[in-house]
Structures are given as C-alpha cells and as structure tokens.
C-alpha cells in the first residue's frame, strides 16, 4: 500500500472519529441506465427487505459498490417478475422513486444491443418491433409465393394434385440450403455475444470457473423458472398487487414447446438422413407427435404471454421494449399456427400456400432471433450460471453472505 492511501486512510479514521460523514463515490458507469441502476442499488442494499425475492438481492449484498459489469450481471439476472417493486416502500411516488424492474430491463435492452454480434447489428433491437417482425414474415410469405407460381406446372399455388408432398414445391435440398445457412448464423452470432458479456461479467462474479454442481443448479433454475414464482411459491405480479403463477406458466408452454417443435425438426433430420425415411410423417409417428405437442403448446403459451404483456402495470419493464417483446411473441405464434394449419391442411390445395407461409414465419423468426427477445433467454442463462458459481464463494465483504 502507496504512502498516499495510507494518509487517506488516517484522515478517513480521523473523520469517523469526529462524527463526521465520509461520502461514497459509485463506481464508475458509462450510461444514465446503469448509473440509475447503480443508484437504487445502493438505497436496496441499505434497506434489505426483498432480500428474499429472487437471486438478484443476495447478490446485491456481496457488493458494495455497482461499476458496468456488475450492473449488466444483476441487470440480466433480473426476470423482470415485479415483486419488489409493490413489496417497496421506497417505490413511486415516493422521492427516491426505486423503480427495480423498469431500471433492469432498461439496461438489459442496452446489453443486448451492446453485445450484439457483428456490433454494427446492435442498432436493430431498437428497430425489431412488431410491425417490422409482421412484416418481414408477409414479405418472405410474398417472396415464396412468387417463386412457386412463376415455376408453373405440377407445383401451382392452388392445386390439389400435389397430394401431401411439399417436397415438390421445394426441394429438400433446397430447404436445407436456406435453413442451415440462417441457423449457424444464429448459433455463432449469440455465441460470440455471450462470450463477451462472459468475459466481462467474470471478473465481477468471483472470477471462479463454474463447476459441476453450480451448472446442475443453474440448469435446474432455468427449466423451472424458478425466480417467476415471487420468492414464496405464489407468483408474481402484473396488472396489480395479486399474486399470480401466468406468467411462469405461460413461459413454460412456450419454452418447451418450442423445445418440442425443435426436437421434431431434429428428429426429421435423423430419419432422413440416417434411415432415409422422408418426410411428411404422420400420426403417430414421434417426430409427429412431437410437433403437434410442441405447436399447440407454443400457441397457447404465446397467446398468453401477449395478454400478459398488454395488460402488465406500466410501472414494469420498459415500455420502449414493448415492440420488440410483441414482435417475437407474434413470430413464434405464427409459427406454431401456420405449422399446425400446415398439418390439417396438408391434403387440400391450400397446400402451396400453408407451406410458403409457415416457411416465410419461420425465416423470419430465426432471422431475428440474435437481435430480439430470444437473447434474453441466453444472456440470463450466463447470469444464472455465474450467480451460481459466485454463491458458492466467500462473501468478498464478509457481510450478507449466502
């Protein structure tokens, strides 16, 4: 230690002695987002009451002070379930005006965007709101459409010759060449965002490596939403003060039937390519079977978090967030619908049509999944997993600990 700090030290002892007020500078921030979060943080640790709400709290009290990297940590270890907000007494209208959820989710949209890859693409989360998802979908809907009309002969728009094949309109080859392309580019674009979000939020997370036990517990928090059910089992809230597990509900529906949805496509890939048996499958076949779980499953957690999130208290989240949030809910509906339409009718000559706009949906889904809601999921999962390594740490304060 520099003889300076230990002159600053003496004074500091010397000011406490007298009874006199040493003031506490934040670390630093580069935004008002973080420096916001940074400032109710402080008030929050001094009070202490929603200690028990969710994984963000007993994590605050194992800091001090909140610099960028710990604000972008506890900001995506945040599920936005708005329990402390009508738990506080600190909450509008009162002067210190502690707003929790609004000031996390505003910088986790600001991370997203951050730590977009390429960064140059960071600028479309603020860009990927409903109507651009909408109409990005009917574009490519257009686009297909087109393309199968303007071939002409046995695949037509409008034909009930084409039986339930839609390979005929397009090639599986074809589809493997569009899809592959879009779906390592997903892969590779939230990887290297989530890399760098790791590299920066480590260091501030106890900087240990996650081990074996810490994954395990980290995975079992995500399958079960473990932080929507308010800290105490009951849920928690949206509209008003009640109680309430829909949204934890609702995710799950739409959490693991997309899981399903994804599981049948896989599923179809390995009985082409390893039995060569070709698709359309039917009942009750397990790729089948899967799909239909998945896609009504998906519908019904879909349409349920879009109510939730039109009728949500304004005080929750941030309402600039709200387009993109509705512009993903409404893709992965779409998709699930326009699949399961798909199915029923697959043997009418509505046929061209289902297909061009299911496939359309689903571009236009993973088009958009590196710069849209579906981060959220990634970037809170790499929360999860350093909130769990850093809990298993001796508190670097000595105070609050786990």
């Not at 303007?150 to 569009?178: D, K, Q, T």
């Not at 939403?225 to 105490?232: A, V």
């Not at 597990?245 to 949805?261: A, E, I, M, P, W």
Request: glycine share 10%; hydrophobic share 45%.
């Amino acid at each position: 230690m520099s003889i300076p700090s230990l002159q600053a030290l003496g004074q500091e002892a010397q000011s406490l002695a007298t009874g006199k007020i040493i003031p506490i500078l934040p670390a630093a921030t580069e935004t008002a987002a973080e420096t916001e979060v940074a400032r109710t943080l402080q008030i929050c640790n001094a009070c202490r009451y929603c200690e028990g709400f969710c994984a963000v709290f007993p994590a605050m009290t194992r800091r001090l002070e909140f610099g960028k990297a710990d604000v972008h940590y506890l900001a995506n270890l945040c599920h936005n379930c708005g329990a402390c907000l009508h738990a506080c007494q600190y909450a509008p209208p009162h002067e210190f005006g502690i707003n929790i959820p609004q000031a996390m989710a505003t910088v986790r949209g600001q991370t997203y965007a951050d730590y977009a890859w390429p960064p140059a693409l960071g600028r479309l989360y603020q860009k990927n709101g409903l109507t651009l998802s909408l109409a990005l979908a009917a574009g490519l809907f257009l686009f297909l459409a087109l393309a199968v009309a303007l071939r002409g002969g046995e695949a037509r728009l409008w034909s009930g010759e084409l039986g339930n094949n839609f390979y005929h309109l397009f090639p599986h080859n074809l589809l493997v060449g569009i899809f592959a392309p879009v779906f390592l580019f997903v892969v590779f674009a939230l990887f290297m965002g989530v890399r760098r979000f790791w590299k920066d939020v480590k260091p501030a997370t106890s900087g240990v490596d996650v081990s074996a036990p810490a994954a395990a517990e980290a995975t079992q928090d995500v399958l079960r939403l473990k932080y929507l059910d308010g800290g105490h089992g009951e849920g928690c809230h949206n509209e008003d003060d009640e109680y309430t597990l829909k949204r934890r509900r609702f995710h799950h529906l739409t959490f693991y039937g997309f899981l399903l949805c994804f599981a049948a496509t896989a599923l179809g890939t390995v009985y082409h390519y390893a039995f060569g048996w070709a698709a359309p499958y039917e009942l009750p076949s397990l790729p089948k079977v899967l799909g239909a779980l998945g896609g009504l499953g998906l519908m019904a957690g879909t349409a349920g978090l879009w109510h939730l999130n039109r009728s949500r208290h304004p005080l929750h989240g941030d309402a600039r967030q709200k387009p993109m949030d509705l512009g993903f809910i409404a893709l992965l509906f779409l998709v699930a619908a326009s699949g399961m339409a798909l199915w029923l009718g697959r043997a009418t000559p509505a046929l061209a049509l289902l297909l061009c706009l299911h496939l359309g949906a689903v571009i236009a889904l993973f088009a958009t999944l590196p710069y849209g809601k579906f981060a959220h999921g990634v970037f809170r999962t790499a929360a999860l997993l350093r909130h769990n390594t850093e809990k298993r740490q001796p508190s670097p304060i000595g105070l609050g600990a786990d």
